[in-house]
């Protein structure tokens, strides 16, 4: 009889040092028929000595005449081993999510020809047999379980066995945690764990299959890196380093003559591999493998328990990997139902690309720029975001010097040697530019907008799923984009027909004994065309002003504006009378307009009385509009002139001047509808509430008095004008 003896630490690496120790024993031995089996059950019984005797420890091995036998002894006899059936496997034990370890006598009682525990007052000791392929040793029923006696010599096999008994699977160790649903990432962190343990190996890994399985995510590993695992992308070489995956169960005796050298099996020190496809409905959907340190470490036995393995598991991972995908599509709609929201709600160019980075630094990646161009062909960047404040500058400086390029797969957008070249040799410049990143083109309606960009971090990666809402969300964002231009340019028409309906302020004339102000505030802030408008001109030793309101807002009503104004200063300059004017201007309305546009109109002529300060003598007609009201030195407020019939609305209507002296320190307002009906709730302000205000104003010059009615105004109702407003106010000095 042989016998080999050696005594281990309790260290994380003891596990591996134990399985060497074994094999290269039975290796010596020529022995190899039973090595898998028994360096399974020893790396099993090693690593539950390390977590839970927490001592010293010691293998012995022994060839038998016709089997090989180990005694795995710790020095705690007090911490009991738990109990499993001879032919049993305690799958709750093995299964606890909360157990740490390996599978212990579970797997004993599954594999081995015989096994027991035995006590002594200094050491216990769990030892098992298993027969060669040639031998005629079995499992002895006698024996079976905890001996009696403090020898760490467990008794010899007094009866041999009939027949082998029955022996099942060691992965049936795995059907409590299938059985369970566990989300994808713990099922696959399970997975390598048995995985590893079942073939003795160093390492152990899962990769599942892209959509177009040319590329694979490494999804789970254990014993690869001592940092904490993060999943990543492989191309199918490197996971499958010796054959096409469909091909099953296969072997690598020496990665070293293989390309996957350059992976992180190599890396990791890895000599040899046993991998296993999983397969679905006749579809490979992904793989699993088991690696070793040694070279040509594993057997056909190792080969056919991982198939078993990789059969029993490929249903459960892709059922959980469909909920996953699930899942993450109900998240990707969310995510672009809120952005859409968000991106809908405003029609700033700028303020667009600012939400579309921030929804892009917060969900997919870890920044985002958004670059615009013009209708040149200028490109100028709009908004750059880090998700950490400290990298905002330097990736500013970055996107400025050297412009992204499209680009749709995910990998740098720089070289070490272009940022050299323009200069850029920062340390954090060349942390960002290490990341994988995605530029796409913004275009709505076959014109480019800009480009949106995003990147990750050098040890991230983008998966198929975010490269698909990256491209949903950039048409979002350039619908968003071409919106806010368009309202851009159509604020900018708005604003430029606006100033020719209105005076300029620079271009009012100074009345001598008069101060006047002026006020114009449109319905919708969004549309600065109105149908209300102000004018106040000089003629022939006269001063002319006049105050109006059209039916309705935006360019219908701003061109009959238009056309009221202009003749209106026409007429007026050829000397004709406020009633003739009137008269001239309804027929012009009643010839250009077919959209039933209204328009009141307050139209007056000022002429002194004397030397400034002696008062003004107005001439005026009100066409359908709400009367001045003239507040007078005494505080008193009153209607000014007569109502007469609105201008586009009747053709057989006769006009008439009124003529009233005002004299000095008496103020007259005129105001549209857009002041009178303003309403707070179902309250409306109203001519007596409009008297009420401007009664307080004595004293005031007129651009205060602009200033007062607007506060009371907003106090009444806040932000309830809801038409368009104007005033004029003319102060007698």
């Known amino acids: ?176 945690a299938l059985s369970a649903r566990l989300p994808l990432p713990e099922l696959l962190d399970r997975t390598v764990e048995y995985s590893r343990s079942a073939l003795g190996g160093d390492a152990a890994y899962i990769a599942l299959a892209t959509t177009d399985e040319t590329e694979w995510d490494l999804r789970a590993a254990t014993g690869l890196t001592d940092e904490p695992w993060r999943p990543f992308r492989s191309r199918t070489e490197e996971t499958f380093p010796s054959v096409t995956p469909a091909a099953g169960a296969t072997i690598n005796d020496d990665l070293m003559i293989a390309r996957a050298h350059r992976g992180k099996l190599a890396q990791a020190g890895m000599r040899s591999l046993v991998t296993a496809p999983l397969i679905v409905d006749g579809r490979v959907a992904g793989l699993i493998g088991v690696a070793s340190r040694r070279v040509r470490h594993f057997g056909d036995t190792a080969a056919k328990r991982l198939q078993d393995g990789a059969d029993r598991i490929a249903l459960p991972i892709e059922r959980a990997r469909l909920a996953e995908v699930e899942l993450a599509r109900r998240a990707s709609l969310s995510f672009l139902a809120e952005a859409s929201d968000l991106l809908t709600g405003t029609l700033d160019e700028q303020m667009t690309a600012a939400l579309a980075c921030q929804l892009v630094a917060s969900r997919l990646g870890s920044w985002c720029a958004v670059e615009s161009t013009s209708e040149l062909g200028t490109t100028r960047l709009t908004h750059a975001i880090h998700r950490n404040e400290n990298y905002n500058d330097v990736l500013r400086t970055l996107l400025t010097e050297l412009p992204p390029h499209i680009q749709r797969e995910a990998r740098p957008l720089w070289s070490r040697e272009s940022l050299s070249a323009a200069g850029l040799v920062d340390e954090l410049l060349l942390e960002l530019a290490e990341g994988p990143a995605i530029s796409v083109p913004l275009v709505a309606h076959g014109q480019t907008l800009g480009r949106l960009t995003l990147g990750k971090d050098a040890d991230e990666d983008f998966t198929r799923d975010d490269v698909d809402v990256v491209d949903d969300l950039a048409r979002r964002v350039s619908s968003a984009l071409e919106n806010a231009r368009l309202y851009a340019g159509q604020t900018s028409m708005s604003e430029a027909l606006q100033r020719s309906l209105l005076p300029a302020k620079e271009k009012e004339p100074a009345i001598p004994g008069v101060d006047h102000a002026v006020f114009y505030r449109s319905a919708d802030e969004r549309t600065v065309v109105g149908g209300d408008f102000y004018d106040v001109f000089a003629t022939d030793g006269r001063w002319c002003f006049a105050i ?43 010839d250009e307009n077919t959209s039933t546009r209204f328009l009141t109109m307050l139209y007056g002529e000022m002429t002194p009385l004397g030397a400034p300060g002696q008062g003004m003598r107005l001439r005026l007609v009100s066409a359908g509009h709400p009367l001045p009201l003239r507040l007078d030195r005494k505080g008193e407020v009153g209607s000014v002139g007569s109502s007469q019939p609105l201008l586009g609305a009747f053709e057989d209507v006769e006009f008439f001047t009124e003529t009233l002296e005002i004299g000095s320190g008496d103020v007259l307002l005129a105001v549209t509808d857009g002041v009178t009906e303003r309403r707070n709730g179902t309250q409306m302000l109203g001519d007596e509430g409009l008297r009420d205000i401007f009664t307080n104003c004595s004293g005031l010059t007129a651009q205060a008095v602009i200033v007062r009615i607007d506060r009371d105004l907003e106090e009444f109702a806040p932000g309830g004008h809801t038409d368009d407003t104007a005033m004029l106010v003319l102060r007698f000095l």
């Open 1 to 176: 009889m042989k016998a080999a003896r050696r005594e281990f630490s309790p260290t994380p690496g003891t596990a591996a040092e134990a399985r060497d120790f074994v094999r290269d024993t039975l290796a010596e031995w020529s022995a190899d028929q039973a090595a898998d089996d028994v360096v399974l059950l020893v790396s099993e019984l090693v690593t539950n000595a390390v977590v839970h005797a927490e001592s010293n420890l010691e293998l012995v091995v022994r060839r038998l005449p016709s089997a090989v036998e180990v005694v795995v002894a710790d020095r705690v006899p007090e911490r009991a081993v738990p109990q499993a059936g001879p032919l049993s496997v305690d799958v709750s034990a093995s299964a606890d999510p909360g157990r740490s370890g390996g599978l212990g006598l579970a797997l004993a009682g599954a594999v081995a020809s015989s096994w027991g525990v035995s006590y002594s007052k200094d050491d216990k000791a769990v030892w098992f047999r298993i027969r060669d392929e040639d031998g005629e040793a079995s499992k002895d029923p006698d024996t079976d379980g905890e001996t009696a006696g403090t020898s760490l010599e467990p008794p010899d096999p007094v009866r041999p066995a009939r027949r082998r008994p029955f022996r099942p699977n060691p992965w049936a160790a795995l059907d409590a």
């Open 548 to 590: 109006g309101d059209v039916c309705g807002t935006g360019p219908e009503a701003a061109a009959v504006t238009g056309l009221a104004r202009h003749t209106l200063r026409a007429l007026a300059r050829e000397g004709f009378s406020p009633a003739h004017i009137m008269d001239r201007l309804n027929k012009a309305i009643l």
